[in-house]
């Protein structure tokens, strides 16, 4: 990842949102880590996977605590949805 001061940053920002576009900016200030540009494709796919990852985990949450479950399908049913 390439690293911008936030001075050079402001001055360059048409330059480094094409550069966003093939892959994630890193933005500095005082030599510190601020900000990271990245294309809205790819945050929208870090989103994705991250909400894909906390539907893994609370799948694993659920079967873990072994209790009485109910099909979806079944559900549905008792609810008068189908």
Sequence with gaps: MKSFA????????PTLVDKSAKEPILITRHGEDAAVMISPSLYEEMIDAMEELEDIA?????????????????????????
């Design 58 to 82: 609370a799948y694993d949450a659920a079967k873990a605590r072994k209790e009485d479950s109910v099909l979806w399908q079944d559900a549905r049913k008792d609810l008068g949805l189908v």
């Design 6 to 13: 936030l001075s050079d940053a402001r001055r360059d920002l």
